[in-house]
């Protein structure tokens, strides 16, 4: 015992006598800097760039690791000297998971860049509410958008109903395709089970509702109706197996989905209810006017897309 | 009624995109070019035809109060198959409208005309009123797609045509909408003319 002990000890030793310049340098940290650059730190200073010239790294995006990021030039950086900056010639994805790993004569290192997840979420939910507003630029639930955006209220009624069942059917659709169909890969039955975990879903609130809250229920029972059979109800599931979210960011896009859609009834309800008393020509009446009303929406939500986040 | 009749109502005094407004969704979204709105229309026309005549057959042993379930399982169906079969024979094409041939599931005019017409007529008229639809149904599509790539790229079926760009806000979402638009009034004035009124909600049964 007492001779491995002082050889131990005798090892620790020399490896301290080799000096800081020759001891390996370990990755510690890494998170995006800027809109092109991504800032490695490591457990040591950094004394030698030149031992850590771009050619040492290679940088990809975790969805397409064959393609390596053009890296332009490594840099030290002023405030921190444990740590490097690599700067990149083109604008990092940020919702990306991006791999760094390091093969240089000073040591081996590999490292996982993500957003701050608060962040991710964030983004997803403002993207699904507004950027990608689903009726303005993904042109879903037109059916339903202008068939109850007539009057505020029962534009506000569904827009809510419609956010209810879409997150609920948003998780549920992720839990039954990570555990159920993914497993015993069954991804092409996704359409038929998907609709009737839909139909299920909304019988049940149906049912749960009724019992519990009977006045709510006579205000929302109408659209609930609606719901089975529409296509932003089923585009959101499709869209979560598609991009294979996590339960938390199944959880927000859906609600962003959602919120997005009542927004864009409730606004429409505001100008249909003066279209009403508004001199429209007499082959614009009804559905024409409210399409060409849809499409200035639009064109105002497009300004969104300009929208960088984080 | 005739085959043909049922047919030419389809196309035009109820068409499915203009004068019902049903399934309005996959009008505006891959309409930006004529080829898309083929392909998915091809696809609404199997889907709508063959739907039509499993409801038909089967209109005799569907209990009246599990038909909606029934009727969202037979297109389910459907639309599974020629969405693998799209997959698996044109991978390019499909890819651009993909989430819209599953989405087909939802379309409102597949089974509206189940429940109006199918469910209560033999199986010929019920195949030449799917088809009648479909067509209707594609024709629209590609009435869209045909102003929006004209005016949107200035070309026809991926051939220059004009050599600009006219309105490059044509193949833009809001684009969509206001060739929709238009186009519904134009429907409206040439319909008046002829002397059809509008159509009940749904088609006639």
């Keep these: 015992m007492k001779k491995i002990m002082s050889a131990l000890t005798v090892l620790t030793l020399a490896l301290c006598c080799a000096g800081p310049a020759g001891a390996a340098l370990t990755v510690k940290d890494g998170s995006f800097a800027g809109t092109h650059g991504i800032e490695v730190e490591f457990l040591t200073p950094v004394t030698d760039l030149e031992n850590l010239e771009a050619s040492f790294w290679r940088v990809v995006e975790a969805s397409s690791p064959d393609i390596a990021l053009p890296l332009e030039k490594v840099e030290t950086v002023a405030a921190n000297p444990n740590a490097v900056r690599l700067n990149f010639s083109q604008n990092l994805d940020k919702g990306q998971i991006h791999q760094v790993s390091l093969d240089s004569p000073r040591g081996k290192g590999k490292i996982d860049v993500t957003q701050n997840m608060m962040a991710i979420l964030l983004t997803l939910f403002l993207s699904a509410a507004v950027i990608n507003n689903y009726v303005f630029s993904r042109y879903l639930g037109l059916c339903v958008f202008f068939g109850v955006s007539q009057h505020r209220d029962t534009a506000v009624g569904t827009g809510l109903t419609f956010t209810m069942v879409m997150t609920c059917s948003g998780i549920l659709s992720w839990a039954v395709f990570q555990f159920i169909l993914k497993p015993l890969s069954l991804g092409f039955l996704q359409v038929l089970v998907f609709i009737g975990m839909v139909a299920c879903l909304v019988q049940a609130l149906d049912t749960i509702l009724r019992k519990i809250n009977p006045v709510l229920f006579k205000k929302l029972g109408v659209y609930l109706v609606l719901i089975t059979v529409n296509c932003i109800i089923l585009a959101v599931p499709l869209m979560i197996a598609d991009r294979n979210f996590n339960l938390g960011e199944s959880f927000f896009f859906a609600l962003g989905a959602g919120l997005g859609f009542a927004l864009a009834l409730y606004l429409m309800a505001n100008v249909r209810e003066r279209l009403t008393v508004a001199r429209v020509p007499a082959s614009f009446q009804g559905l024409p006017i409210a399409f060409i009303v849809c499409g200035l929406f639009a064109l105002a939500f497009m300004g969104f897309s300009g929208l960088s986040l984080f | ?205």
Excluded at chain 2, 8 to 17: F, K, Y
Excluded at chain 2, 140 to 159: D, N
């Design chain 2, 1 to 205: 009624m005739p085959v043909f009749q049922l047919i030419i109502r389809g196309l035009l005094a109820e068409n499915p995109v203009f004068r019902l407004a049903l399934s309005m969704c996959p009008a505006v979204a891959v309409t930006t070019n004529i080829k898309n709105g083929f392909l998915l229309g091809c696809a609404v026309v199997f889907v709508q035809v063959m739907s039509n005549i499993t409801a038909s057959v089967l209109r005799k042993f569907i209990h009246p109060r599990v038909r909606v379930v029934i009727y969202t399982i037979i297109i389910a169906t459907w639309v599974s198959t020629i969405d693998m079969i799209m997959s698996a024979y044109l991978p390019d094409l499909y890819d651009q409208v993909s989430l819209y041939i599953k989405l087909i599931v939802v379309f409102a005019i597949i089974i509206s005309r189940m429940e109006l017409f199918a469910s209560k007529n033999p199986v010929t008229p019920s195949l030449f009123d799917g088809l009648g639809m479909g067509l209707g149904f594609m024709f629209g599509l590609m009435m869209i797609g045909a102003v929006r790539e004209l005016l949107g790229s200035g070309q026809l079926l991926g051939f220059d045509i004009l050599g600009v760009k006219p309105l490059l806000i044509m193949i833009l979402p809001a684009g969509g909408f206001f060739v929709i638009g238009f186009l519904m009034s134009v429907f409206n004035i040439i319909l008046k003319k002829l002397g059809m009124g509008a159509p009940p909600a749904g088609g006639h049964h």
